[in-house]
């Protein structure tokens, strides 16, 4: 199960050439021969080093083409290409790639090539038009099995795909549940390399080569202007995957942040299923109580206060019962039942048990001895953390400004719920030393470059944790707790073996920011009893 994205979080797909004779490729473009054999690219992207367990770090590159107004203003060309270039999101994501570009918006004007056409319709009426060519380029991350793959064949749509969303539906997605979910951004969806869709393509290029023999140069046919389908090849460059050992920054992160003497966590749970169901049954409920319990398995963390107070005193068919967050825990997830309970009476205290704690600020603590060069002083771990979270960017918020690392579980509402950085400014974070682990699906593309702008000192104060995919709800909860595990334990684990710690979920998991990291175990041992 996967976290959808419009209504909240949401194989390696072997793709086929289209139709050879229309694929756009120019100067540099690089295409697999028929042994799917890599070949020489022109890269000419920035270079974008990331750090992974189950991904590549490669740069990406396809060109395109719109029709225009022969008239038509800078504004309006941007425009239109961009309208074009977010249609190669879904192409790319049912490929398995994850571009780093908010929804391929990033063109650049400076590629665009303009050549004034004659446009010819079937009756013969003649329009000038303009004939927009671009390239785009990006950062992408794919599977380690792409390490030898130097180009896809794939496709983005024509101008008026929006109104024909229900062919599309059909020929070019899987028309399943979540495919019919998101018909009004059937971008999100488009597979280009299903057989239906590539019979599709054949279809229409047949029609508008049959249109074009008619014509002389300079001319183009009004099919080729309206075309549904355009097929592309995207190129991939080098591997820029960081190789090296890279550590998050310990020695700042116990020098206490945004609290002196304090590691805060701050661990942020949205609701995972759709509809009204009530918490204690969300499924975001059991993956933050599993969360929190492996973490408490790495140390033995206390409840310090709750805003609101968390009442613990449920009283059940008249008998009073009295708990910890502990017995919490083993309620919902253990099965275990409460002396003198029925199952009937279980669920009720189970439900009296989740409303007490959700939608809550919780504060967990565990004081340590940290010893960093030979100089010892005591840091309180804390863990804060909230279940509950949907739309309202409030929580979020607080727990990024209020935290040293912050970690969120739950939907990314494609990119544009609570987390969107255009609700952000630079006074929601703090100054000093952060880590962001944004668990939601394919929150390399939403929250990753957009964030470094926002923060004082860019990546030498921020490192982000992103997926390149959907990221899986089940256990969920598990594999980031065994991140924070991980990451409180006193070993001083890498970048690579906290990602190892959370493979459970790991859907193409990068980090970024870490580069510029000067934290070395070896020239600087640190301690935590």
Same mark, same amino acid.
């Given at each position: ?73 800078d504004a309006t060309i941007v425009s239109a290409v961009r309208s074009q ?121 047949? *029609?508008? #080569? =049959?249109?074009?023999? /008619?014509?002389? %140069?300079?001319? +183009? !046919? ?130 009296? *048990?989740? #409303? =007490?704690?959700?939608? /809550?600020?919780? %504060?967990?603590? +565990? !004081? ?5 060069g030979g100089t010892s002083k005591s840091v309180g771990l804390q863990i ?65 470059k957009d964030y470094y702008p926002l923060k004082s000192g860019g990546t ?41 710690? =959370? ?27």
């Amino acid at each position: 199960m996967t976290k959808l994205e419009l209504l909240g979080r949401l194989s390696v797909l072997s793709v086929a050439s289209v139709v050879a004779s229309s694929v756009l490729c120019g100067t540099g473009c690089a295409v697999a021969n028929e042994r799917g054999e890599e070949q020489e690219v022109d890269e000419k992207a920035v270079d974008d080093a990331l750090t992974s367990v189950s991904a590549l770090s490669r740069s990406l590159k396809f060109q395109g083409r719109v029709y225009v107004s022969a008239t038509a203003s800078d504004a309006t060309i941007v425009s239109a290409v961009r309208s074009q270039t977010q249609t190669a999101f879904g192409a790319l994501r049912t490929a398995q790639v994850g571009v780093n570009s908010r929804e391929l918006k990033d063109v650049d004007p400076k590629t665009f090539v303009k050549t004034k056409v004659t446009v010819v319709d079937a009756a013969g009426t003649k329009t000038p038009m303009l004939r927009v060519e671009y390239t785009y380029t990006d950062n992408a991350v794919v599977p380690k099995s792409f390490a030898r793959r130097s180009a896809l064949n794939l496709a983005v749509m024509g101008s008026g795909y929006a109104s024909l969303t229900d062919r599309i539906l059909k020929e070019c997605t899987d028309n399943d549940s979540e495919a019919q979910e998101f018909q009004s951004s059937i971008w999100y969806v488009f597979n280009p390399s299903l057989s239906s869709c590539r019979t599709a393509m054949s279809k229409e290029q047949k *029609a508008i #080569d =049959a249109a074009k023999a /008619k014509l002389t %140069t300079g001319q +183009v !046919p009004r099919v080729e202007v309206d075309r549904l389908y355009l097929p592309t090849t995207v190129s991939l460059g080098s591997d820029k995957t960081n190789k090296g050992a890279s550590y998050p920054e310990y020695d700042r992160l116990y020098a206490g942040g945004v609290k002196p003497g304090k590691l805060v966590v701050g661990l942020v749970n949205g609701i995972l299923d759709h509809g009204d169901s009530a918490l204690v049954d969300d499924t975001g409920y059991s993956e933050w109580l599993q969360e929190l319990r492996e973490v408490f398995k790495a140390r033995p963390f206390k409840l310090v206060s709750s805003q609101p107070a968390a009442n613990f005193s449920f009283t059940v068919s008249g008998k009073k019962i009295t708990a910890t967050f502990d017995d919490v825990i083993a309620w919902k997830l253990d099965g275990k039942t409460a002396p003198g309970l029925t199952t009937t009476q279980m669920k009720d205290l189970n439900t009296q *048990a989740a #409303d =007490a704690v959700a939608l /809550k600020w919780l %504060t967990f603590e +565990v !004081p340590v001895t940290v010893t960093v060069g030979g100089t010892s002083k005591s840091v309180g771990l804390q863990i804060l953390t909230y279940f509950g979270a949907d739309g309202d960017s409030g929580p979020h918020k607080y727990a990024i400004k209020n935290s040293d690392v912050f970690i969120y579980n739950g939907h990314s509402y494609i990119g544009y719920g609570p987390l969107d950085p255009s609700r952000f400014t630079a006074s929601d974070f703090p100054t000093s030393y952060q880590i962001l682990f944004i668990d939601g699906c394919v929150s390399y593309n939403y929250y990753e470059k957009d964030y470094y702008p926002l923060k004082s000192g860019g990546t030498r104060n921020l490192e982000l944790i992103t997926n390149g995919l959907e990221a899986p709800e089940w256990h969920s909860g598990y594999a980031l707790g065994r991140f924070v595990a991980r990451l409180l334990d006193g070993t001083q684990a890498s970048y690579r073996d906290l990602l190892t710690a =959370a493979a459970d979920t790991d859907s193409l998991r990068v980090v970024d920011g870490e580069l510029d990291n000067t934290y070395d175990p070896a020239k600087k041992q640190i301690t935590v009893k």
